[in-house]
């Protein structure tokens, strides 16, 4: 099956820096969200985008909509120790469809250091 | 409270035994969703369900069975039929609606022994 390309695969960082990670894929998606996976948990939805171009912002996190549907991006700022854990792109193709299908990314690794 | 419940959190599979993974919910979702999670890897989708008494298989289907009897409940069976079956296995629910909003279980950790 297909997978999202994410990127960096990990991040070891200090406490209050600002991170960014993305998201690409061959495909033109109808929908990106963005969760994150505490160890040994399942993933928590963060963001959810609908609209090309869409920029949302949950606290500390702020995702984009590529123009081109084609890609997405997950920025946190002034990193916490919470902030650790394993952050996970989704796609989905079919807006309102008969499945809600996801295809995930490969993860990003974080780790933030006090 | 609300929330999808996955159990046990651990288990172990001997050589040729068919294992089953619980997954409930009491969110009132129609949708029910099985991923499969190896070490640095994302989710791969096994079975999901939108209604009752209908399921459809994912993209890595081969060795899993499942059934949807009742709304609440999607478990997962782990056949023998299944040769690497060690890793973390994600239940999850959404409105057919909710366009990828998902809830996850706390997921089950399956080893071989």
């Known amino acids: 099956g297909q997978q999202l390309n994410q990127s960096p695969q990990s991040m070891f960082i200090q406490e209050g820096e600002d991170v960014s990670m993305n998201c690409t894929s061959s495909?033109?998606?109808?929908?990106w969200l963005w969760y994150k996976q505490d160890p040994g948990e399942g993933p928590v939805l963060l963001i959810a985008?609908?609209?090309?171009?869409e920029l949302t912002s949950n606290g500390r996190l702020t995702a984009q909509f590529g123009i081109t549907r084609k890609d997405s991006f997950l920025n946190i700022s002034a990193s916490i120790p919470s902030d650790v854990g394993i952050y996970f792109c989704?796609?989905?193709?079919?807006?309102?469809?008969?499945?809600?299908?996801?295809?995930f990314g490969t993860g990003t690794l974080l780790a933030v250091q006090p | 409270d609300g929330g999808i419940t996955q159990s046990p959190k651990y288990l172990f599979r001997k050589e040729g035994q068919n294992v089953t993974l619980s997954c409930e919910q009491n969110?009132?979702?129609?949708?029910m969703y099985w991923y499969r999670q190896d070490p640095g890897q994302g989710l791969r989708l096994i079975y999901y369900?939108?209604?009752?008494?209908?399921?459809q298989k994912g993209d890595i289907a081969e060795g899993y069975s499942v059934s949807r009897e009742k709304k609440e409940s999607f478990p997962l069976t782990v056949t023998s039929a299944q040769k690497n079956p060690t890793a973390f296995y994600l239940c999850?629910?959404?409105?057919?609606?909710?366009?990828?909003?998902?809830?996850f279980g706390s997921g089950t950790q399956l080893s071989v022994l």
């Open positions: 369900s939108q209604i009752v008494n209908d399921f």
């Open positions: 989704a796609g989905q193709m079919n807006y309102g469809g008969a499945t809600n299908k996801l295809i």
């Open positions: 969110l009132n979702h129609d949708a």
């Open positions: 999850a629910s959404t409105h057919s609606d909710r366009n990828g909003k998902l809830f």
């Open positions: 985008l609908y609209k090309a171009g």
């Open positions: 495909s033109i998606f109808n929908t």
